[in-house]
């Protein structure tokens, strides 16, 4: 697969920095039953600790794609991967609920600052420059994180303690954001490059981009609610052990590192598609109903069905960002920022909503109703355009 870079290494550095990236935004979820006697919480307090950090990740979207556009995009990828890598190390030492609210908050921040800026560098190192697979080939390593951090990092917190744990991924990241100084070539000189006001507005009006990024928030509920909830789910529910749950939850990012890659090569080769996001939404709205039946095979289904769904709508959204932009080469960045942001400040309510039902009317209800509220967002993925590509 790499063979399909001009730059392999630099390829594979950025591939490595997303594996690990993804071990630090799903490790803490999933290690969170062992943090609750410490911190003093249960589902509520996952639930706003989670919107913490979807907060700090949907509210930098912006500010990272004007930064990548004015200062190039490695130098905000190595900028992010130290912000958020720090932050995780720090959370191992925190104390209090509000404190590592306040590091998951910035965790949010640095990965916002990832994403976007990586995506135009990884599509720019293709031969040919197809946006679908290299978006696809991230979300593959998304997704090959996520397993590590979700499985492994139980097994690690279970023997070694949650503290050592996330100190662990914290430090990895710090390793993987050198690594990507020394691999990825450096930005083109760009001097002080203003961010005009007008390609600016272009991309933050242009209604194509807003429906592409709602449709995303729609699409994240059931990815958000089975990777941060799924694991307490199946220990409180389900009383499975914290392995078994932990497994269970992985499904979500297992099914789609294939989906991933697949849908990557779909983008670049068919026209339609709306009607395939479309699809997804109504996967994803499926798999959280599977949910709401109380048993393993259930959750199975919904985890692994969530995954599948979200492989593909994650990829199509993010390549279909790059190719409906209008404002320019260099605006590339923010346009994917731009969707990203919309879809991951949406997702700061989903953890809220899913804490409270599950508190208030047990977890069936808070399965059930969530993929209710995937179905609204159909909608603005009926309005797009039917082809994404440029």
């Excluded at 699409?219 to 089975?226: C, F, H, M, Q, R």
């Excluded at 199946?234 to 749950?245: D, H, M, Q, W």
């Amino acid at each position: 697969m790499l063979s399909s870079f001009r730059n392999p290494r630099a390829a594979g550095s950025l591939i490595v920095a997303r594996v690990v990236y993804a071990v630090n935004w799903v490790n803490f979820a999933a290690v969170f039953y062992l943090m609750e006697p410490d911190l003093h919480t249960g589902v509520s307090g996952l639930g706003v600790l989670t919107s913490a950090f979807y907060l700090g990740l949907g509210l930098m979207q912006i500010p990272g794609g004007i930064l990548a556009a004015r200062w190039g995009a490695k130098r905000v990828v190595v900028t992010g991967i130290f912000i958020y890598s720090l932050s995780a190390l720090g959370t191992a030492f925190a104390t209090s609920t509000a404190e590592v609210a306040a590091l998951r908050f910035l965790v949010g921040w640095g990965m916002a600052f990832v994403f976007a800026p990586a995506v135009i560098i990884i599509a720019g190192l293709i031969r040919g420059e197809k946006s679908g697979l290299g978006v696809g080939l991230l979300n593959s390593a998304f997704d090959v994180g996520g397993i590590l951090g979700i499985t492994g990092w139980v097994v690690i917190a279970t023997v070694a303690g949650w503290r050592p744990s996330l100190a662990l991924s914290g430090g990895l990241g710090i390793l993987t954001g050198i690594l990507v100084l020394a691999l990825v070539p450096g930005d083109e000189a760009r001097g002080a490059l203003p961010v005009l006001k007008e390609p600016l507005l272009r991309v933050l009006l242009d209604k194509q981009l807003v429906y592409l990024g709602l449709g995303a928030v729609g699409l994240g509920i059931a990815n958000i609610d089975i990777m941060g909830f799924m694991t307490l789910y199946g220990v409180k529910a389900l009383g499975l052990s914290g392995v078994l749950a932990s497994v269970l939850t992985s499904l979500v990012t297992i099914v789609p590192i294939f989906t991933a890659l697949l849908s990557g090569r779909a983008f670049d080769l068919i026209s339609r598609h709306k009607w395939i996001m479309f699809a997804s939404l109504l996967g994803s709205a499926a798999a959280l109903a599977l949910g709401s039946y109380p048993s393993l095979y259930a959750a199975a289904a919904c985890a692994a069905l969530g995954g599948a769904v979200s492989g593909i709508g994650y990829t199509f959204a993010f390549a279909g960002a790059r190719e409906l932009n209008r404002a320019g080469k260099e605006y590339e960045s923010l346009a994917v920022a731009w969707v990203n942001s919309i879809s991951l400040t949406g997702s700061f309510a989903p953890p809220l909503l899913f804490s409270f039902l599950a508190g208030s009317y047990g977890y069936q209800a808070a399965w059930f109703w969530s993929g209710v509220a995937t179905l609204a967002f159909v909608v603005p993925i009926l309005l797009t355009v039917e082809s994404w590509r440029r």
